[in-house]
């Protein structure tokens, strides 16, 4: 079974005002008072500006977005968070943004690459957005990102 996950997580309110005039944007809410809006083809298109793919080495980023997320972290800090595994094994990828500048990455695991002492790029992203863990698991399960398999699910 595989899992993946492209999307953009910061603070639930500050999402969904920043998203507001994104027709395509779809905020959901998720633990620990974080939201997550899953980066789509239609959400993609609609905030691409043309410049390129491939910005800070992401796969799925949209040419141009990390302008807007630089420009909503001026609100409070604001990740863009990409993850894809199949059988267990793939790569994760973080950057977090805050006040106006990039502040943590991006942050990259290669597939068959152990994670750093600090944890994984997504739970370290998360950690940046205040996020806790209990004692037994990580951010990513502290605030539920392993309830969904694909980053569409979190619209239903």
């Known amino acids: 079974m595989g899992y993946e996950l492209h999307a953009v997580i910061a603070e639930g309110e500050a999402l969904r005002g ?29 905030v691409a500006d043309g410049s ?8 799925r980023l949209p040419a141009g977005f990390e302008k807007t997320l630089a420009a ?6 604001v990740a863009y968070v990409e993850a894809e595994y199949f059988g267990g094994v793939g790569e994760q990828r973080a950057a977090v943004w805050d006040d106006g500048t990039l502040a943590l990455g991006p942050l990259h695991v290669e597939e068959g690459q152990p994670f750093p002492p600090a944890g994984s790029p997504i739970s370290q992203a998360l950690r940046r957005l ?25 619209n239903d």
């Open 18 to 46: 920043a998203a507001r005039h994104l027709p395509a944007a779809r905020p959901a809410s998720i633990g620990q008072g974080l939201s997550l809006m899953p980066v789509t083809d239609a959400l993609s298109g609609s």
């Open 52 to 59: 390129g793919a491939g910005a800070l080495g992401f796969w």
């Open 72 to 77: 909503w972290s001026a609100g409070g800090p």
């Open 130 to 154: 205040g996020a806790v863990a209990n004692p037994g698991e990580d951010e990513f399960s502290a605030v539920g990102l392993d309830r969904h398999r694909q980053g569409e699910a979190w």
